[in-house]
């Protein structure tokens, strides 16, 4: 077993680990190479770290594979992205059944392409009793994009009556949001150096600890995981009241 992996506290895991998969371009060009070549190699972390997290027992994984803003590089990367997309799908249906993973889209899947929309639907369908991981995938994504959409939807319930503004909670916009089945993640993972959200997850990250590497995302596998999970097992997480607060609680729990 690996030394990190036998380090991990297996009582203290994150239920909910979310990734921004950045750097596949750039490591494809530092090989001389198309950046479509990075995202191709990119598929084989997917696997590798949905593999390290099912193994770990981890309930939720929400990988960012492309983002609202993603839709405005060259077309040839779109084009060749959405390729890849509808292939892997395809190709990884019996893998993710064979581990009891369960496939889950978020975005604005509707402007897919047909045939990424079809094959993602019947993942999706064939996935669906599953029972171990819950894999979600951001696809043309964006936090932005959700909120507004979660803000006409309750607006539209105020217009028909249905809820009272003064009744709007934080649990009201919660059901909205398009995560409304997964818990917040506890860790956000950046691959690739950037130090940014870049549109991801808002509102669910509030108290996330963040993590940023400068592993570039197709370098990245499960040894990585476990030193993100490591780090983020080292932290205090405060939500607010004092380190002092926390020790007492401990005591008393
Ligand atoms: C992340 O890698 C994958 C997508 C955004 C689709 P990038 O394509 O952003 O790679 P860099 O950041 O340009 O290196
Ligand atoms: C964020 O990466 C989106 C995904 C990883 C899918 P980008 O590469 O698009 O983000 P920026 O442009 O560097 O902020
Ligand atoms: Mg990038």
Same mark, same amino acid.
């Given at each position: 077993?690996?030394?990190?992996?036998?380090?991990?506290?297996?009582?203290?895991?994150?239920?909910?680990?979310?990734?921004?998969?950045?750097?596949?371009?750039?490591?494809?060009?530092?090989?001389?190479?198309?950046?479509?070549?990075?995202?191709?190699?990119?598929?084989?972390?997917?696997?590798?770290?949905?593999?390290?997290?099912?193994?770990?027992?981890?309930?939720?994984?929400? /990988?960012?594979?492309?983002?609202?803003?993603?839709?405005?590089?060259?077309?040839?990367?779109?084009?060749?992205?959405?390729?890849?997309?509808?292939?892997?799908?395809?190709?990884?249906?019996?893998?993710? $059944?064979?581990?009891?993973?369960?496939?889950?889209?978020?975005?604005?899947?509707?402007?897919?392409?047909? $045939?990424?929309?079809?094959?993602?639907?019947?993942?999706?369908?064939?996935?669906?009793?599953?029972?171990?991981?819950?894999?979600?995938?951001?696809?043309?994504?964006?936090?932005?994009?959700?909120?507004?959409?979660?803000?006409?939807?309750?607006?539209?319930?105020?217009?028909?009556?249905?809820?009272?503004?003064?009744?709007?909670?934080?649990?009201?916009?919660?059901?909205?949001?398009?995560?409304?089945?997964?818990?917040?993640?506890?860790?956000?993972?950046?691959?690739?150096?950037?130090?940014?959200?870049?549109?991801?997850?808002?509102?669910?990250?509030?108290?996330?600890?963040?993590?940023?590497?400068?592993?570039?995302?197709?370098?990245?596998?499960?040894?990585?995981?476990?030193?993100?999970?490591? $780090?983020?097992?080292?932290?205090?997480?405060?939500?607010?009241?004092?380190?002092?607060? /926390?020790?007492?609680?401990?005591?008393? $729990?």
């Amino acid at each position: 077993m690996s030394h990190l992996l036998a380090e991990i506290d297996k009582s203290r895991l994150p239920r909910h680990i979310a990734i921004i998969m950045d750097g596949n371009g750039r490591w494809a060009e530092e090989k001389g190479q198309d950046r479509l070549y990075g995202h191709f190699h990119g598929v084989e972390s997917v696997r590798d770290i949905t593999e390290g997290c099912a193994e770990l027992g981890i309930e939720y994984l929400t /990988l960012y594979a492309f983002s609202t803003e993603n839709w405005d590089r060259p077309a040839y990367e779109v084009s060749g992205l959405m390729e890849l997309l509808v292939d892997t799908i395809r190709k990884e249906v019996p893998t993710l $059944n064979k581990n009891n993973i369960r496939l889950h889209v978020i975005g604005a899947t509707d402007m897919l392409p047909e $045939n990424a929309r079809k094959e993602l639907q019947e993942a999706l369908d064939e996935t669906a009793v599953n029972t171990g991981l819950n894999l979600v995938m951001a696809l043309s994504y964006s936090s932005r994009w959700e909120l507004v959409n979660a803000v006409r939807s309750i607006a539209k319930d105020v217009k028909s009556g249905s809820i009272d503004p003064e009744a709007i909670t934080q649990d009201t916009l919660q059901h909205h949001l398009t995560t409304s089945q997964f818990p917040d993640p506890e860790l956000m993972i950046r691959t690739s150096g950037e130090y940014r959200i870049s549109n991801f997850l808002l509102y669910q990250l509030a108290y996330a600890e963040l993590y940023f590497t400068e592993t570039r995302w197709p370098d990245f596998r499960k040894e990585n995981l476990y030193e993100a999970i490591l $780090n983020f097992q080292q932290r205090e997480r405060r939500f607010g009241k004092t380190g002092a607060q /926390l020790k007492e609680e401990n005591i008393i $729990n």
